[in-house]
């Protein structure tokens, strides 16, 4: 008795030495890095933390790291498994188990059941996308280092046995590193919590969490795919800030909530957020709010996309001052209504005031995800199970309840477009058949080459947030379920109404002789056109949006191109406006035409035209980071328009008419736009806007025969700046008047004999955003492009609240000015590069006209003018102005 007693003490001190020794041999953070995260005045960057997550995975067996794919600037995407040894020798398999619940089809019920009772939960957690909210990526490797280096530990150990952690240092490469950069630069200077001048992922900066259905970024790719590869039930993203004086907010979310996510994925919200609040307050941190302002109603949110792959995701915000650096707040920094520190239902416990250090951030984020890895843990079995559930529910639900099924078909207005659609349901993880024989739904024959998306799917209730319009649920907007709440984002995204494209809703079931004539595809198919016809000359259709990037390579290419000036015969039918092509081989014409999947007609007889050339396009870049101008930046790229970036130095240089033909205003504050930062809050180099020099720059541009176009807040801003005899409406209105912080509204087109409205259907539908309206004043010459139909609202999805504020009032001018031309866009013509339906708007003023079609018209100039323009006099008017048609 007493030897066989012995041998289990010896071998418990066995097991602890090897603990002892298993855990001194783990490099902490400070070995590697030479700092903790989260010290003051220290951030790692995200190179930084891949050298140590490389470290940690050196020396132990609880972590593997992989690489998932590459960011803008082409650093490599790196994530950390981490979870018990056996684990990680089996990921293969549970990675394939865990997209098997997701799918539910191959599964039973009892078979569902015994997965979840034997398999691991898969769990996301990041550090973080919006770079310069900077104790994400912090906390990433602090929450490393505490699950692998704690041997023994009985929370650890059941976190790691039954979970797997996806853990990604950060969802922003690029960004970390540029932040980081930055503020190491300008540490110890005036300027140590100065604002980083520019965006701090390329194109989008803060938008990078509005492209999750999308997928325009790369970033986004990679996060979604990834994410359909190992199907995690929680996705987690960590944000800064939270509502002051809070010191974290977390879910539950504030109403609204889409009923097209799961019931399931709605109630864990729920409880994860409460098991958080219950973690964060045994810890003893105070603080942690709910509701409040945030909501999770827009689905393109990259960090709440994956719900409607029934993931259970979300995000907190933990507080923030600037970087690393610290702040102590006295209760008279709160706001007068937190000032009597009194608990309320949702913000059970207030934070009393005193330092914040950037590692009571990290200490706040690495509680709130143990706490999710921990529900994670105890609920693992009930979690697995209701993912099959909300598959399996959702299948049957789409038996029974229309829509039945969507069609796109083809061909249609904008054929290129509507497979673009298509392929971006499939880049989301939906399923998309292609029509092989026709296929007959609605009393209608769809031709083959359409496509079908069958609802009774997974992951179908995305195809249907997507493209029904979305109507905001009125007890909210009338005070009736709580005191009214205005939305802080956008309110309706409907896309086939952004991109213009047909999309039907089948309101029968679809039977089996239906799901016969289909085909299901990986990916869809380049479109099969031809050149119809004989002769040198070429005809291509101006609805299609490929036919922009399709000219302008024939352009590059030495063709030669004009605007139809009557009806001509197209692929797509009789239309005015169309591209005309010369001087390329109808080879050329063939590849370019099948490249872009644009069809062509040739002829004989060349039509009568407008000769056109690609235009030298500037894009205003303001220092001050404008999100839209990186939006805009990114389409013209695309689009093969090559914009030069034009700063605030290069507009006050003057003589831009020499360099340029059209310049891009995106959408800005005028203070944004005349003033910028302040000077002593950034850098001398960059700070300030265009000033009055720039003003007076871009007014001799536009008089000297320029063409200056301007988007949303830029138009209204511009009318005061150039003196335009032009009324922005919503001047001054108060929301009680007038409110619409993102809505598709339908506008009528006035002229569609003019080149800028070419292409463009009768009744566009655009994205208004905070915009203006306008109405002429006396003395205006141009033309009125689109307007909103007068006594009819022109709501088609989202919130608009007094429509009749707008109703036949203009939505788009054209003013002459001098020799040239100013647009006046009171929309977002390319809103995060998804308004694929209005990118002519704006894409038409992108070419020079041999041929000028407006005549000159001179007319009387304002009584009252001024030589030189100042923020309190930029209404006037330089004596030599001329206001021209």
């Keep these: ?97 865990a997209r098997k619940l997701a799918d539910s089809r191959s599964l039973t019920d009892a078979q569902a059941h015994e997965l979840a009772r034997t398999s691991k939960v898969i769990v996301h957690i990041d550090g973080g996308l919006h770079s310069d909210e900077v104790a994400g990526g912090q906390h990433s ?194 706001p007068k209504p937190s000032q009597d520190l009194k608990a309320l239902t949702m913000y059970t416990d207030p934070w009393q005031g005193g330092w914040w250090h950037l590692s009571d951030a990290v200490r706040y984020m690495v509680a709130a995800s143990m706490s999710v ?6 609920y693992r079995e009930q979690l697995l199970y209701n993912r099959w559930q909300a598959a399996h529910d959702n299948i049957e639900h789409f038996k029974h309840a229309a829509p039945y099924a969507y069609v796109l078909p083809n061909p249609q207005a904008d054929t290129p477009e509507a497979a673009l659609l298509a392929q971006k349901l499939i880049d989301n993880g939906l399923e998309v058949h292609r029509v092989a024989r026709p296929f007959h739904a609605n009393g209608i024959d769809y031709p083959a080459g359409s496509w079908v998306v069958l609802m009774d799917q997974p992951f179908s209730g995305l195809a249907k947030e997507l493209f029904e319009a979305q109507h905001y649920p009125q007890a909210i907007l009338d005070g009736s379920a709580k005191p009214v709440t205005l939305p802080y984002d956008v309110t309706g995204w409907t896309l086939p109404m952004q991109m213009g494209v047909r999309v039907d809703a089948v309101t029968d079931p679809v039977g089996e002789d239906q799901r016969s004539a289909l085909e299901l595809v990986a990916k869809v198919d380049a479109l099969s056109v031809t050149v119809e016809g004989a002769g040198p000359t070429f005809v291509l259709s101006h609805k299609p949006n490929a036919s922009f990037v399709a000219v302008n390579e024939i352009l590059a290419s030495g063709g030669s191109v004009g605007f139809s000036r009557d009806e001509v015969q197209t692929a797509e039918g009789s239309e005015s406006g169309a591209f005309i092509v010369t001087g390329i081989g109808r080879e050329k014409l063939l590849s370019v035409a099948q490249k872009y999947g644009v069809g062509a007609v040739s002829t004989a007889r060349a039509p009568q035209t407008i000769a056109i050339h690609k235009a030298r396009v500037a894009l205003y870049r303001p220092w001050q980071p404008s999100i839209d101008e990186g939006w805009t930046r990114w389409i013209l790229e695309k689009y093969g328009f090559a914009p030069e970036s034009l700063y605030n130095a290069g507009v006050k240089a003057g003589n831009l008419h020499a360099r340029f033909d059209t310049i891009i205003l995106p959408d800005m504050s005028k203070t944004q736009f005349t003033d910028g930062f302040k000077p002593g809050l950034v850098p001398s180099e960059y700070a300030g806007g265009i000033d009055n020099d720039g003003v007076a720059s871009l007014r001799e541009f536009v008089r000297a025969g320029g063409t200056l176009v301007a988007f949303n807040q830029t138009s209204s801003s511009l009318i005061d700046l150039f003196g335009l005899p032009v009324t922005n409406i919503l001047a001054g209105v108060k929301s009680d008047q007038f409110f619409c912080s993102g809505a598709l509204l339908r506008i009528e087109v006035k002229d569609s004999a003019r080149p800028a409205l070419y292409g463009l259907p ?109 923020p309190a006099s930029a209404g006037q008017v330089d004596d030599d102005d001329d206001f021209s048609e």
């Design 762 to 870: 009768a009744d566009p539908i655009v994205m208004f955003e905070r915009g203006p309206a306008f109405a002429p004043k006396p003395g205006f010459t141009g033309t009125i492009l689109a307007s909103y139909s007068p006594g009819t609202n022109p709501l088609e999805s989202g919130v608009l609240l007094h429509p009749e504020k707008i109703e036949g009032q203009a939505a788009a001018i054209e003013v002459s000015y001098g020799k040239g031309r100013i647009y006046l866009y009171g929309f977002k013509p390319q809103w995060r590069a998804q308004s694929h339906g209005a990118y002519k708007f704006f894409m038409n003023t992108l070419y020079r006209y041999d041929e000028p079609p407006f005549a000159e018209v001179h007319v009387a100039k304002p009584a009252d003018t001024d030589k030189k323009a100042t």
């Design 141 to 334: 490797i602090q929450l490393a280092y505490k699950l692998v280096s704690s041997q023994g530990d009985p929370q650890i150990d059941a976190i790691l046995n039954n979970v797997i952690l996806m853990l990604w240092p950060t969802i922003n490469p690029d960004g970390q590193n540029m932040v980081v950069s930055w503020y190491h630069r300008n540490l110890g200077t005036p300027f140590e919590v100065a604002p980083m001048p520019w965006l701090y992922q390329e194109y989008v900066g803060h938008d990078n969490n509005r492209d999750g259905y999308m997928l325009n970024m790369l970033e986004s790719q990679v996060v979604t795919r990834t994410e359909m590869e190992y199907s995690p039930v929680i996705f987690y993203c960590q944000h800064q800030t939270a509502p002051f004086p809070a010191r974290i907010w977390i879910p539950p979310f504030a109403d609204p909530i889409s009923s097209n996510i799961s019931p399931y994925m709605r109630s864990w919200l729920n409880v994860v957020g409460t098991q958080m609040s219950a973690a964060l307050q045994e810890q003893h941190l105070p603080g942690a709010i709910s509701q409040d302002e945030f909501d999770n109603w827009y689905p393109g949110f990259l960090d709440f996309t994956h719900v409607f792959r029934n993931e259970i995701s979300f995000f907190t915000e933990t507080a923030l001052y600037r970087y690393a650096t610290p702040r102590f707040y006295t209760v008279n920094d709160f």
């Design 373 to 378: 890895l921990d529900t994670s843990s105890k």
């Design 1 to 97: 008795m007493r030897c066989r007693s012995l041998f289990p003490l010896g071998l418990l001190f066995f097991l602890a030495l090897r603990s002892v020794t298993a855990t001194a041999q783990i490099p902490t953070p400070a070995s590697v890095l030479g700092h903790n995260p989260g010290d003051d005045f220290y951030l790692a960057d995200y190179d930084d933390a891949i050298k140590y997550f490389h470290a940690l995975a050196a020396s132990s067996d609880r972590i593997k790291m992989f690489k998932v794919g590459k960011s803008t600037r082409g650093e490599d995407y790196e994530i950390a498994l981490i979870s018990s040894p056996e684990n990680l020798a089996r990921l293969d398999e549970y990675k394939s188990i």
